[in-house]
């Protein structure tokens, strides 16, 4: 198992390029499904679940080309299977979004139920009640959801906002006969990356980006080519690192208008930011202030971006309060920190975080993707060798993480095993 060793110290100076948005590229990547045509996608991140998408859509017969960098040519015009398997399922969620599209195009699909994982139970019953109400027949058997049936729009209202879910029945929306319209809609960057990605393929899709979606379903779609929207987490990450080692930092290939409420909470945590249409310019001269928290749904501040700023918080002038709204058990990167000298209590959905002058370098592992990435930042600032270990997670969702930091002065290295 691969780990990192981060030496700390160093103020990060220098640019980084941004990649592509995992969670634009993932359902994206499905959408290839909805066509016999080919999908041809650029700034596609390097990333195990990218992988992992690749094998689950080859397994069904997909062709699937890359340049093994950021572009995939893919060509769903032979389909030979409509399953996605337990073994691919459980090592990524995000498997669930082959659902929907391949129910829409061939009137039925069968994928493992993903489970719950780290940082909570994360069921998929919204996918599932809104291509019931779209006229799927669905059973869950043996750990599958099975479902078959023609679609037909309808008006869906899920309990929930939910990004996959929603995405789920936008795609399946687009081929299904009528018109559907999904209310409550998740309105995070990467669901309006995949409708825009849809319409170029021919879909009929408005109101993407507000919490009400309208789709009029066509009998085909066509192929396409689309750029992955800039991965707005990994931005976030690469600030937040940025500010906790009191470094000076340019993002090429990014956009500060879909980062509103991280780029807010960081000048309030006393960071100078600038910005142009695809860069972002942090430079952090003292120590940050605490900032309060609440994680929601877009446009609030993503949850996906909490655990980042528990570091910085750890280390901050003064007190706060986080709160995380969005998953029920998002606090595994708290005992790791507290064995660097964090000093964070835990009550419920809310931490309390008393910031510290400082960490110490530890050995230190996380559970789960972003609770991996405040251990990176964490042992950027820490005095000595910080391990962070079980960096699978880590490769989950960030590319060549190593490679980037290093690029702008961390001691950091990959460690083999
Ligand atoms: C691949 C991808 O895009 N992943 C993102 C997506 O995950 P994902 O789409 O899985 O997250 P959701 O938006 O669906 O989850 C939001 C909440 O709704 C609950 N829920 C969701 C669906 C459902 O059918 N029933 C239900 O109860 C979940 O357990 C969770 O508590 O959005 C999350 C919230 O911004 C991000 O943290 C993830 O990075
Ligand atoms: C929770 C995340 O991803 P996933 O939904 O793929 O588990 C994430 O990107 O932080």
Redesign the pocket.
Known sequence: MDKLKITGGVPLNGEITISGA??AA??ILCAGLLTAGTLRLTNVPQLADVKTTQKLLQGMGVRVMTDNVHEYEITANAITSLVAPYELVKTM??SILVLGPTLARFGEAQVSLPGGCAI????????IKGLQAMGAEIVIEHGYVKAKGKLKGCRFRSD??????TENLLMAAVLAEGTTILENA?R?P?VVDLAECLIKMGAKISGHGTDTITIEGVKELHGAEHAIVPDRIETGTFLVAAAATQGKVVLRKTRADILGAVLDKLVEAGAHIEAGDDWIAIDMKQRPKAVDIRTL?YPAF???MQAQFMTLNALATGSSVMTET???NRFMHVPELARMGASIKVDGHSAFVTGVEGFSGATVMATDLRASASLVIAGLVAEGDTIVDRIYHLDRGYEHIETKLGGVGAQIERISG
């Open positions: 995992k969670n993932l359902p969620r995000a909570g139970a994360r069921p998929v019953d919204q996918h929930m906002i939910t990004v996959t879910g998740a995070e990467e749904e993503p949850t996906d969005i998953f029920e």
